[in-house]
């Protein structure tokens, strides 16, 4: 696959970058099909409205400072270079802590049950990021290293693996794979739960492809996060299960 123009087209002299036309889509149709299921979910989609307005540019804020601050070296003493994302430079996992995170709060301030809200936008998450990883491919970055396989991306001359579109199809089988989870759920926080672990363990595959990884030491730290969600969305997992075991049992019991 050779790498294509990054510019998708230009209005008033600006070039609107095929990066943030995909990342952008990816976010409209998370947001309309978390506003469709929201019913499921005993939510409305002005209250889903109401979360995306503060959780889309706090997911943005996140994964932007999560790259920055892990490539420091570079952005350092340049504010402009740091608040630049035309040419790419966000984390994911930045922006999942941030997005997530500020879904939490808003949930407690709203009276909002948060394990249900993020079973409902776990799906949709998913898609937007399988969307989002093709405007990688537009700006020639998370690739892999060189590979001789009949589908790698060329760059600057060399077939490399496009570790992007690895990603983007597991994204894509993962929302197809949430959205069965969530209509027969047993619990809440199984669909959330189960989307850290999933796309953790693909990640964790991946990043080992790529040439471009932000460190923690010696270490990828995006595979150290990997780990770490999984184990911890496996406790989780274990822990509410049981807990809803234990109330049906308890239903059917009487007690």
């Not at 409209?28 to 209250?47: E, G, M, N, T």
């Not at 608040?83 to 790419?88: A, C, H, Q, V």
């Not at 709060?105 to 394990?115: A, G, M, Q």
């Not at 994204?171 to 619990?187: A, E, S």
Request: glycine letters at 8%.
């Amino acid at each position: 696959m050779p790498i294509p123009e990054p510019v998708a087209f230009t209005i008033f002299n600006i070039d609107i970058m095929w990066y943030a036309v995909l990342i952008t889509t990816g976010m409209v149709l998370a947001v309309l099909i978390s506003c469709k299921r929201a019913p499921r979910h005993d939510l409305d989609s002005d209250q889903v409205l109401n979360f995306v307005i503060i959780c889309i540019p706090a997911a943005i804020i996140g994964a932007r400072l999560y790259y920055v601050i892990f490539n420091w070296s570079w952005y350092a003493g340049d504010f402009m270079k740091i608040i630049n994302i035309r040419e790419g430079g966000l984390a994911i996992h930045g922006g999942l802590l941030f997005g997530f995170g500020a879904a939490v709060i808003l949930c407690y301030l709203w009276k909002v049950r948060p394990l249900n809200a993020l079973d409902l936008v776990a799906p949709a998450v998913a898609l937007a990021q399988s969307i989002g990883r093709w405007g990688n491919y537009f700006n020639s970055e998370a690739h892999g290293g060189p590979t001789d396989l009949p589908w790698a991306v060329i760059i600057d001359g060399v077939p490399c693996h496009p570790t992007f579109l690895y990603e983007s199809i597991w994204c894509f089988l993962l929302f197809i794979v949430l959205i069965y989870v969530d209509n027969k759920r047993k619990f809440e926080g199984q669909t959330i739960l189960l989307y850290g672990m999933l796309y953790s363990l693909e990640r964790f595959f991946v990043e080992g492809l790529r040439t471009d990884s932000l460190m923690i030491g010696p270490f990828r730290q995006a595979q150290v996060i990997s780990i770490a969600i999984i184990l911890v969305c496996i406790i989780a997992y274990i822990f509410l299960s049981k807990r809803n075991a234990s109330q049906n049992n308890n239903k059917e019991t009487g007690k």
